[in-house]
């Protein structure tokens, strides 16, 4: 188990920028790969970005490269995605997530924070 808690969201002005973080509880953090999703009103959930078990790779999908920066310390067992430039389209609840391998499929993924929301205003 990986219990994950999501944090930072919040209201934003188009062009603002927000620091989501995601903490976990035990001692196996740094051998997961830990992805952030997303899901806007009445949409799938969709892959934003992912970052792998010792922050030597990650991947981000297209709407979002070039503004969006995954990071994360281990020894705080914490992830985070810094989001610059944001635009009216990003406002979705925002799920980090853990899974065994850096991948884009939200099912790769076995543990799922609660989220947060992030509001953009236009």
């Known amino acids: 188990q990986v219990p994950l808690v999501d944090s930072g969201g919040g209201l934003v002005q188009a062009g603002g920028s927000l620091r989501l973080s995601c903490a976990a509880s035990?001692?196996?953090?740094?051998?997961?790969?830990m992805g952030w999703f997303r899901r806007g009103p009445g949409l799938e959930r969709d892959f934003v970005a992912v970052i792998s078990w010792n922050g030597g790779s990650a991947r981000y999908a297209d709407s979002v490269k070039g503004r969006f920066t995954i990071s994360r310390d281990n020894a705080k067992n914490t992830v985070y995605l810094q989001m610059n430039s944001l635009k009216f389209e990003d406002t979705a609840v925002y799920y980090c997530?853990?899974?065994?391998?850096?991948?884009?499929?939200?099912?790769?993924?076995?543990?799922w924070g609660q989220g947060t929301q992030v509001t953009v205003s236009s």
């Open positions: 035990g001692r196996t953090f740094s051998s997961y790969a």
């Open positions: 997530a853990a899974g065994p391998l850096v991948a884009t499929a939200p099912e790769k993924y076995a543990y």
